[in-house]
């Protein structure tokens, strides 16, 4: 059959075929915002680097938990996939232990306590494809009611401190706070020590003093480390770590007397902060 003898049905219908395959082309070119955006967070506490990437529904007039998210069955704590996490070293949960890795973070919630999930799926979809087999641990958050209402779901980190911090996971008047914690501290003082015996020429004296007094270190070799820093530079915030280290020792007078002048420099370089610091070391020393 040549073109002069195609029927006309069918060449309206080849064309109506090519014309839905052009449409459907341009149509798929064309992105359209995502209901449930997604996220990346990424937060460093101590030496460990935490990674969430999750997607944010919004409440959009709907009952969330009771409602659109049931108690009692497993959630995929967000939209669209579960929620990955993942941990460059080990970290504690709510006191839970857990090694580094790439995990899927999903939860139980519930209306006085909700149940929190490591599962090694990270890459599952929902609930749907969930295998309790794979969990890693499991362990309970209390659940607290906000006082105003978060409209899209979050997951951040705050009370961030060198060991710790809190991930909170937060959607319409609901928050269930996580602690997570740390262990870097045996590590790093081992790292100290080995450097400030070696032979290097510039030492961190000010930071391995500061690190020292900070996480219950030998405070004699906090003290050495602080004059040392101070014999290369007279600053009124070092020598306020000097004065703390004195008092922990139980030299007062000689805290005192650092205390002293280090509210004289600060006082030269208008740190109202640092004089106030000073004074109320004093005053405890008394």
Same mark, same amino acid.
């Given at each position: ?34 209901? &449930? ?17 999750? &997607? ?67 890459? #599952? ?44 996971? &937060? ?38 003093? #500061? ?76």
């Amino acid at each position: 059959m040549n073109s002069k003898t195609i029927p006309f049905y069918f060449a309206i219908g080849c064309g109506l075929t090519i014309a839905s395959s052009v449409l459907a082309a341009e149509t798929a070119k064309i992105e359209f915002p995502a209901p &449930s955006p997604g996220c990346t967070l990424k937060q460093r506490v101590g030496l460990t680097d935490i990674e969430v990437a999750y &997607s944010r529904p919004g409440v959009k007039g709907r009952d969330i938990f009771g409602g659109l998210v049931p108690y009692g069955k497993v959630w995929r704590t967000g939209a669209n996939q579960a929620t990955k996490i993942i941990f460059s070293t080990p970290v504690k949960l709510n006191g839970t232990e857990i090694a580094a890795g790439t995990y899927a973070l999903m939860t139980i919630p519930g209306k006085d306590e909700w149940k929190v999930i490591i599962n090694k799926g990270s890459e #599952q979809p929902g609930p749907y494809k969930y295998d309790e087999k794979l969990d890693v641990v499991r362990f309970s958050a209390t659940p607290v009611k906000l006082a105003h209402s978060v409209d899209s779901f979050t997951i951040e980190f705050n009370q961030i401190a060198d060991d710790s911090a809190v991930m909170d996971i &937060s959607w319409d008047k609901t928050g269930v706070p996580i602690k997570v914690h740390v262990d870097f501290v045996d590590k790093l003082m081992s790292q100290v020590d080995s450097v400030m015996a070696s032979d290097e020429p510039k030492k961190p004296y000010f930071q391995a003093a #500061q690190f020292y007094y900070n996480h219950g270190g030998d405070l004699q070799k906090a003290k050495k480390w602080i004059e040392a820093a101070l014999a290369e530079r007279d600053a009124h915030y070092m020598v306020y770590l000097k004065a703390q280290i004195l008092a922990k020792l139980g030299d007062k007078e000689g805290a005192i007397a650092a205390a002293k002048h280090s509210s004289e420099l600060a006082e030269k370089a208008n740190d109202l902060g640092y004089i106030k610091l000073n004074a109320d070391l004093i005053s405890t020393l008394k």
